[in-house]
Structure formats: structure tokens, C-alpha cells
């Protein structure tokens, strides 16, 4: 059972920057892809950004140019910086990663979740 451990949520003004880490229990091997979903309240959660074990990386339209998503296999640990932040930004964020081996097995993991709030 891998645990993830995420930091780095907090109030932030408009315009301002975060920065948020999922930390992992283990080190993955094969291929796998990390994730950040966030949820506001009453919503789905919905997909950010992604990033996969061969570094390719993707964005929801709302965060390109503002968020990136990066990871330190070594570590077993993935950061997203979050720049020009907007109160929209304002939701729980989640650290994911799914796991694939031999198929059909996927593993996926969740994180607890960080509150990130942008408001003056």
C-alpha cells in the first residue's frame, strides 16, 4: 500500500505563488503517472496536471502558463508550482498516481488532500 503525503497548501493572495509536494512511501518502478486533481466543494474532483514516468506533462486549460508539474524519482516525490494564482485556483488539491503493471493491473493511490485558498 503506497501512502502519499502531501504539503504545502495555504492562503495566498491574488498574483501570488504556492508550491505543493507529494511525498510517496516507496520508489516506483515501470511506468506510472502522478497527478494533482482539486476539488471545491459540491464539485467533482477534476483533473490538473500530470506527469508521467517518461517526463511527459500535461495541464487542464485554466493552469496552462500559470502551474507546473515536475517530479524527483529519486525522492519518489512530485511538486507543482502554482504562479499568478486566481481565487478560482481556490479548492482541495489532491496528489494521485496511478501505477501500471503487467496489465490489466493498475494500481492508483490518493493522497489526503491540501487546502489551497486565494484570497485577499
Known amino acids: 500500500q503506497v501512502q502519499l503525503v502531501e504539503s504545502g497548501g495555504g492562503l495566498v493572495q491574488p498574483g501570488g505563488s504556492l508550491r505543493l509536494s507529494c511525498t510517496a512511501s516507496?520508489?516506483?518502478?515501470?511506468?506510472?503517472?502522478w497527478a494533482w486533481f482539486r476539488q471545491v466543494s459540491g464539485n467533482d474532483r477534476e483533473p490538473v496536471a500530470a506527469?508521467?514516468?517518461?517526463?511527459?506533462?500535461g495541464y487542464e486549460d485554466s493552469v496552462k502558463g500559470r502551474f507546473t508539474i515536475s517530479m524527483d524519482n529519486a525522492k519518489s516525490t512530485m511538486t507543482l508550482e502554482m504562479d499568478s494564482l486566481m481565487p478560482e485556483d481556490t479548492a482541495v488539491y489532491f496528489c494521485?498516481?496511478?501505477?501500471?503493471?503487467?496489465?490489466?493491473?493498475?494500481?492508483?493511490?490518493w493522497g489526503q488532500g491540501t487546502q489551497v485558498i486565494v484570497s485577499s
Open positions: 516507496e520508489v516506483f518502478g515501470g511506468r506510472y503517472v
Open positions: 494521485n498516481v496511478k501505477i501500471f503493471r503487467t496489465a490489466p493491473t493498475m494500481l492508483e493511490y
Open positions: 506527469i508521467s514516468s517518461n517526463g511527459e506533462a
